[in-house]
């Protein structure tokens, strides 16, 4: 496994766990100190819209996604999609 394997891998993992504190070990791990203070809402739409960023993230997941940033009034779509 190369090296951008492993980090792809170990971000879906982390992303696809829909557990804060996992995400957060993963984020902190790769230099995002300040997390914790992140907003509720702020953090999950940034989730959401990474997991649907990834072209092979489950469809259980992505629609979970897409669900949660259409009920907060958001775009599953990253800015300029």
Known sequence: MTMLE?????RNEALFSLDRKKIEAY???YGETEIAQTPDVVFWASVYKAI????????????KAKAWLHEHGMSPYL???
């Open 79 to 81: 800015a300029g999609g």
């Open 52 to 63: 649907c960023g990834i072209k092979d993230a489950p469809e259980t997941i992505v629609s």
């Open 6 to 10: 492993a980090f792809v891998k170990e």
């Open 27 to 29: 984020m902190i791990k």
